[in-house]
Structure formats: structure tokens, C-alpha cells
């Protein structure tokens, strides 16, 4: 059964990972391609070194190009492919719409945000999740949504049609508890054993919210005046004006470490002792459930699932509130002195993400929507 993958882009983030773990873990059973509307990003050569065929159409960024829209039409209808599966709203509108036109019978949209206000959206993205609003009673077969939360979200926002709820799989044989891998990371860092380290893996973005974290570190430091926070993501670096401004203005600079992108990220979640999740808007957080597969404890804000992802194992706190963040780090902070409860913590947080969210899950959900009615 031949599959189109049509997504934005393939750089870093959620979608983008989701996809890759989806394809390359079902390869055996369908033909995938994956059509990017931009560029290789960060996955292109590395699908394309297991033997997944991509196609990049190199549109501009923030532009859509006739020239892509036709390349797009070609693809898929020489291609013929059994499914089209859509990622995000710019691709579930093209993609969408192109599939249509071009035959396609079973299409399959994504969506992943669980916030949609103006506040923490570009104005483009409104745009086109408006658009793919008015036209979700007749493009797509199903929508597929990441998260619960997010299917409440569009559907107040206006999204009609057949919903499927999919939560995201992880490589569970990736991120595991590593002694070996956090000592040699701390290492690295320079950072003793017994040095709080908390962090956060995500892009600077309005909806990751750093700066609700790094009032909150501005409040715990009191406490635990050499707390560390990392902060690792794009734009999370020192040529990020704005952050390094926001972190002097609160006088936190000896608390912060700037690490940028990464490709370690498991080494990282076993470093840390407290994952944080400090963001005003998710659908089905990634970080979090890699955090907790790693046997890292994560304290979440009340967004999308991330309260789901935890259940019992971690702390949420409600967003926006660096108060009641900063109370959540120090009674994790507390509770990691006391040795045996937290090391229960980690092994419950590791174990629930192999019991509950495994990627053989992932890719029985969507095998389930794509071979329905087939």
C-alpha cells in the first residue's frame, strides 16, 4: 500500500519527528514518500539513507509558489498513491486540495496545536487553520489529531468531519534510563553530581513560553542558589538578543545554560533530574514523553496532554504562572533529596511511556485510519 506524506517542512519539531518515527518504523509494511513543501531540513538525507523516497519542492518560506503546486499535482499523479497523509495546517490545505484535484480518494489530515490564538500563532497560521476549518467537510477522509485536547480546539474553531485520535509513539529502545550516558553529559557541562539541573528541550517559540521557566528560576534560585537550567532548542543560543536580554534583566545568568540544538538528545534527558515543560500551548508534547522514557521526571503546564503524559508520575501546574512553577520545581527539588521515593518516580516514568505510549501503538493508528474501508 503506497503512502504520500505531504508536511511543510522536515526541521526539527514534533510533526517532523512524529513523521520519521512513523515511516521509518512501518517501512516493511507500506511504500511510503514523503513530499516536504520546503526543504530537507533535518530528517530529508536521513529518510532518504533508509531508503525513503522524499521530494522537496523548495517553496519559500511564508510564499506559496505555482511552480511547487505544480510539481506537487505531477508527483501525485504519477505516484497513485493509495493515501495521502497530510501534516499541519499549510499541508493540509496544498496537500489537501492538490490531492483532490489530482484523484486521490483518501486523504488524511494532522493536526497538532492545541492552542490557536493570535497571541501564540503567526498570522499565516491562522490563515490557513481557517481555511482548512471551512474546508474539513469535504477534503479529508478523517482528521487524525495527536492529542484529545487538540480535537476539542479545532472543533470549537469551526473543523467538521470524522475525527481519530492518535497519540504520539516513541523509540523506547532509544531513550532509556543511562547512568553511564548522564555522567558523561554533566561531564561535559561541568556540573557535579549533586547539582540541581533542570531543562526544557524546545525551540524559541511564543508557544514554549521560556520566559514563564526563567521567572521561575528567578524565584527557586533563592533556594537553591546553584539550580542550573538548560535550555536546549533552535534559537535557544546566545545569538538569541532577546533571550540573553530577558535572562540579565531578571539577573539569572549564573543559573542558565544556553546549549542551542542538539542532536543528543537522550544524553541530555538522562543529564537532567526535572524536565520542564513551561509552554502556553501543546497538543501532545514529544519532549516529555522522551524526558519520561529516559527516566527523567517531567513538570508540565495544563496544556493539550501533557497532563495525560505524566499521570501520576510528574506535576502540572496550571500555564502562565511562574509562581506555582517555581513551588513544582522545589518540591520535586525536596522530594529528589529524599532518594528512594524519587527513584520509584523515575522507574514509573520510564515504564509508563513503554506500556503506554510505545511507537508499535503509533503505527497501529494510523494503520487502523489508512486501511479502513479500503
Not at 522524499?54 to 493509495?82: F, I, Q, S
Not at 531578571?250 to 543559573?255: A, C, R, S, Y
Request: aromatic share 8%; net charge positive.
Amino acid at each position: 500500500m503506497k503512502v504520500i506524506h505531504i508536511i511543510t517542512g522536515l526541521n526539527d519539531g514534533g510533526a517532523e519527528g512524529a513523521l520519521f518515527r512513523l515511516v521509518t518504523a512501518s517501512s516493511s509494511e507500506f511504500d511510503h514518500i514523503v513530499i516536504s513543501l520546503m526543504d530537507n531540513g533535518k530528517y530529508g538525507d536521513e529518510l532518504i539513507s533508509l531508503g525513503i523516497k522524499v521530494v522537496t519542492l523548495n517553496m519559500p518560506r511564508g510564499k506559496v509558489t505555482l511552480k511547487a503546486l505544480k510539481l506537487l499535482y505531477a508527483e501525485l499523479k504519477r505516484e497513485k498513491p493509495d493515501v495521502v497523509q497530510t501534516w499541519m495546517y499549510h499541508a493540509d490545505f496544498l496537500g489537501g486540495v492538490i490531492a483532490k484535484l489530482s484523484g486521490c480518494k483518501k486523504i488524511f489530515w494532522g493536526i497538532r496545536h492545541s492552542n490557536l490564538s493570535m497571541d501564540v500563532n503567526s498570522k499565516s497560521t491562522i490563515i490557513f487553520a481557517r481555511l482548512c476549518a471551512w474546508l474539513s467537510p469535504w477534503i479529508p477522509t478523517k482528521i487524525i489529531s495527536c492529542a484529545e485536547e487538540a480535537v476539542l480546539v479545532h472543533k470549537k474553531f469551526g473543523y467538521r468531519g470524522s475525527f481519530s485520535v492518535v497519540p504520539n509513539g516513541y523509540d523506547t529502545t532509544k531513550f532509556v534510563p543511562n547512568l553511564t550516558l548522564r555522567k558523561l553529559t554533566r561531564s561535559e557541562f561541568n556540573l557535579a553530581e549533586d547539582t540541581p539541573l533542570v531543562g526544557f528541550v524546545a525551540r524559541w517559540d511564543p508557544q514554549k513560553d521560556h520566559e514563564n521557566l526563567l521567572l521561575a528560576i528567578q524565584i527557586i534560585q533563592t533556594r537553591y542558589p546553584n539550580v542550573c537550567c538548560a535550555l536546549i532548542g533552535t534559537g535557544c543560543d546566545t545569538d538569541n538578543i532577546d533571550l540573553i536580554s530577558k535572562i540579565q534583566s531578571l539577573g539569572i545568568e549564573k543559573n542558565i545554560m544556553l546549549l542551542g540544538r542538539r542532536n543528543d538528545i537522550p544524553a541530555i534527558m538522562n543529564a537532567l533530574d526535572i524536565h520542564v515543560l513551561s509552554s502556553c500551548g501543546e497538543a501532545f508534547p514529544n519532549v516529555v514523553a522522551e524526558a519520561m522514557s529516559s527516566g527523567t521526571p517531567c513538570i508540565v503546564t495544563e496544556v493539550g496532554d501533557a497532563p495525560l503524559i505524566v499521570g501520576t508520575f510528574g506535576w502540572v501546574v496550571p500555564p502562565k504562572d511562574p509562581g506555582k512553577l517555581a513551588i513544582a520545581i522545589d518540591l520535586a527539588l525536596r522530594e529528589k533529596q529524599l532518594g528512594l521515593s524519587w527513584r520509584k518516580r523515575e522507574l514509573g516514568c520510564s515504564d509508563r511511556i513503554k506500556n503506554t505510549f510505545s511507537l508499535h501503538r503509533m503505527v497501529q493508528g494510523y494503520s487502523k485510519n489508512w486501511l479502513s474501508d479500503r
